[in-house]
């Protein structure tokens, strides 16, 4: 009997474990959602076709043949659990799942992997890292033209309690490279752009981060 389907103890290990898997290789996805009370009869159907919960071992004898391997992800979009967003993601290989489903390459600009307000990116490593590509989260362009927008508003306002409400909550964003990148940048522009003397939170950064609960 399979294992039961492990679910990220939260939106950020989600985000981590999608990372991991499409640097391992799962560079191809499909994704959706699914209703709470057609979840069980999805992962069971995604088992027969695709063999998502496949032990290590199956999957090394799968990718010895040739044959293409197949996470699947599942996280709730409420508190509720009424409705689980849900990702496939497949090494290079043959199999059923390129015949049966719609696959987009994570590689490619036009069909990169996105969970609001974020995108999965890879790019060249910086800083003390050195040379090589590496995977990322970072926040999509629009996503960043809407905050760009909200804190030169807010920078300008006599008051500036909002701004400082603004940047906590920046800094409460995942803590993945990009992102942080990105958020260090909005720092910047509200530095340039108010006359406040401002706080600026400590970001969040992604290191050894638990994935399940168990």
Do not use: C
């Amino acid at each position: 009997m399979p294992p039961m389907l492990k679910m990220p103890r939260n939106r950020t290990a989600t985000m981590q474990l999608t990372l991991t898997l499409v640097a391992r290789g799962y560079v191809y996805f499909t994704q959706g959602q699914v209703d709470s009370g057609k979840r069980e009869r999805f992962i069971a159907k995604m088992q027969e076709r695709y063999q998502v919960l496949a032990t290590p071992q199956k999957r090394a004898l799968l990718r010895k043949k040739g044959q293409a391997n197949v996470h699947l992800i599942l996280y709730p979009t409420d508190e509720k659990q009424t409705t689980f967003d849900w990702w496939l993601l497949a090494t290079s290989g043959e199999g059923e799942i390129f015949d049966q489903e719609t696959m987009r390459d994570a590689r490619n600009k036009s069909s990169r992997l996105t969970w609001e307000p974020y995108e999965l990116v890879e790019r060249q490593r910086t800083g003390q890292q050195g040379g090589g590509r590496a995977w990322t989260w970072r926040r999509t362009r629009d996503d960043m033209e809407a905050w760009r927008a909200l804190l030169i508003q807010e920078a300008r306002h006599p008051n500036p309690t909002s701004i400082q409400g603004a940047l906590t909550a920046l800094s409460h964003s995942p803590g993945f490279a990009g992102i942080r990148e990105q958020t260090r940048g909005l720092y910047r522009l509200v530095q340039e752009k108010t006359f406040h003397q401002l706080e600026y939170p400590q970001l969040f950064w992604v290191r050894f981060l638990r994935l399940y609960d168990e």
